[in-house]
């Protein structure tokens, strides 16, 4: 079983951000902060590179972007 991935870690928020805010609202959030979280982990160096959190962030964005669209 995968180990429970933080909101800190798949999308780069702290969850009290999300507080009071409609679905499709955090659905949204989440996805561009995803983007952005990718583009800040995808470093040059691949010694320095974390494949493991850079995966875990990209298979969250794409069950966000299921998730957006199941409710469009």
């Known amino acids: 079983?995968?180990?429970f991935k933080s909101t800190q870690y798949l999308y780069g928020l702290d969850p009290k951000q999300l507080t009071g805010l409609l679905y499709l609202d955090t659905l949204t959030l989440k996805k561009e902060s995803s983007k952005a979280l990718i583009k800040?982990?995808?470093?040059?160096?691949?010694?320095?590179?974390d494949d493991?959190?850079?995966n875990a962030v990209v298979k969250a964005q794409k069950l966000t972007e299921v998730l957006i669209k199941e409710i469009s």
């Open 1 to 3: 079983m995968d180990e």
């Open 40 to 49: 800040e982990l995808y470093v040059d160096d691949l010694y320095a590179r």
């Open 52 to 54: 493991k959190h850079i």
